[in-house]
Nanobody, 122 residues
């Protein structure tokens, strides 16, 4: 059974930065596709970024050049470094893991964390 545990959310002003962390239990970060998603109130869950076992990354257009996804396989941990945060980035952020998960379809991911809240004020 795969368990994911996010942390690092918080409240920041626009233009600020945050780093989210997701520890993975029951799977190896070096061998599974992982991703970050977010969901704002009243909106569908949307993909933010994914990273392949071999470190290929993909990003949504809304966060490209501001967010960076990475992982440390020695710690079995996934990260999301967020710069130049905007109020529209406010959402609950979730990490996910699945061999076949796709950035544009949250239904393709079988394993989810409990989420960490990010709030950006203007």
């Amino acid at each position: 059974q795969v368990t994911l545990a996010e942390s690092g959310g918080g409240s920041v002003e626009a233009g600020g930065s945050l780093k989210l962390t997701c520890v993975i239990f029951g799977a190896a970060a070096r061998s599974i596709r992982m991703g970050w998603f977010r969901q704002a109130p009243g909106k569908e869950r949307e993909g933010v970024a994914t990273i392949e076992p071999y470190d290929w990354t993909t990003y949504s257009d809304s966060v490209k050049d501001r967010f960076t996804i990475s992982k440390d396989v020695t710690k079995n941990t996934l990260y999301l470094l967020m710069h130049n945060l905007k109020p529209e980035d406010t959402a609950m952020y979730y990490c996910a893991a699945d061999k076949f998960g796709r950035l544009n379809d949250s239904n393709t991911w079988a394993n989810w964390g409990q989420g960490t809240q990010v709030t950006v004020s203007s």
